[in-house]
């Protein structure tokens, strides 16, 4: 339910009481009142932000703006075995395909209802001078 201001209702109440207390000197309680409004919004912020986006997924771009490429030896390589260069890279989406054991544990992982999914990486997974 919104009020006239576009506020959700309930706040032009608090602001109402808020208001009061200030004019009966009430000032220790006002001030809780206005620490408790500010700790909902927050509250309510970072409920907003935790929800997924509605269309995570999406198809994946043309062939010619891909470069295709897997893990082969600890090192990226196109599915045409080619070891990848930077010069094919370039302006490209990079589509990593997994191994099949990876792709059923991601599966697994992006069906869990989770709100992201971060993929993290070790620092000696690093290459040298990045």
């Known amino acids: ?67 295709d490429v897997k893990c082969d030896a600890g090192a990226a390589r196109t599915l045409a075995g080619e070891a990848m260069s930077r010069e094919a890279a370039r302006g490209k989406v990079v589509v990593m395909h997994l191994a099949a054991s990876e792709e059923a544990c991601l599966a697994q992982v992006t069906s869990s209802g989770a709100a992201e999914l971060v993929v993290g990486m070790s620092a000696d997974a690093q290459p040298a001078g990045h």
Do not use: C
């Open 1 to 67: 339910m919104m009020s006239r201001s576009g506020r959700p209702g309930g706040f032009d109440e608090m602001e109402a009481l808020i208001y009061r207390l200030f004019a009966e000197k009430q000032f220790a309680l006002a001030l809780l009142a206005l620490v408790m409004v500010a700790q909902l919004l927050s509250a309510q912020f970072l409920l907003l932000r935790l929800t997924p986006p509605s269309q995570q997924a999406r198809a994946a771009p043309a062939a010619s703006q891909r470069l």
